[in-house]
């Protein structure tokens, strides 16, 4: 396979795992676009798109609240700096979305970096580097299935058990299934394991 085919391949199962996480966040995706094959992803976005990545932006939202919307940005720069960290955050900031994701080649500047902290202050936004979404870390085998608690049903569980949120075990914000959900500080995910003896059990984390 030539040097761009391979560029192409690596891009279509990025932006395939990037729609899973947003579906997955239950943000509003098409399953005919997930399901999308790879001579499909060109047809759609052309034989040079990994040299125009900035064509795979995408903007979604969530079914249950329609104005809860995410950016993602594919920026076409091989090292991202301030400059294009700026622009997207204009961009969000323009069109009244809150949150984004950033999908970059390779790890941000350090000035970018620094960036990302001052606009999340006002922002929420992410970086992922493409080879974070190579595969879906969801899919793996030996990943369990997670799910990220509503306000309610944290609020419910902690009645339940008559615990304080911090009792519970801990999740790292930074750890990479908790990234791929989204996750916040001081929300709860409910981790279901498959047993020896049963069929299946539930975990909570706390994260922080």
């Known amino acids: 396979m ?7 391949t690596k891009l279509f199962k990025v932006r395939r ?3 899973q996480m947003l579906r997955d966040r239950g943000y509003s995706v098409d399953d005919s676009d997930i399901k999308l094959t790879r001579q499909q ?7 040079n798109v990994h040299l125009k990545r900035d064509d795979l932006q995408t903007l979604c939202n969530k079914g249950d609240a329609p104005t809860d919307q995410i950016y993602v940005f594919f920026p076409a720069e091989q090292k991202v700096g301030v400059p ?3 622009n997207c955050a204009k961009r969000m900031k323009t069109d009244n979305v809150f949150n ?3 999908v ?4 941000l500047t350090a000035p970018a970096k620094a960036a990302i902290v001052e606009i999340n202050s006002y922002f929420h936004m992410e ?3 493409d080879a974070e979404l190579l595969t879906n870390i969801t899919e793996h085998m030996f990943v369990p299935q997670h799910k990220v608690l509503t306000d309610q049903e944290k609020k419910e569980l902690l009645e339940k058990y008559r615990v304080k949120e911090t009792q519970l075990p801990r999740i790292l914000v930074t750890d990479p299934v908790a ?3 989204g996750m916040k500080r001081g929300q709860v995910v409910k981790i279901t394991r498959q047993s020896v003896t049963a069929d299946t059990y539930d975990t909570y984390r706390y994260a922080v």
């Open 179 to 181: 990234r791929y959900y």
């Open 127 to 129: 970086v992922f580097e």
């Open 104 to 107: 970059v080649q390779k790890a």
């Open 2 to 8: 030539s040097v761009s085919g391979e560029q192409i």
């Open 17 to 19: 795992t990037v729609l």
């Open 100 to 102: 984004a994701i950033l």
């Open 84 to 86: 294009m960290v700026r």
């Open 41 to 47: 992803f060109i047809d759609k976005f052309g034989e």
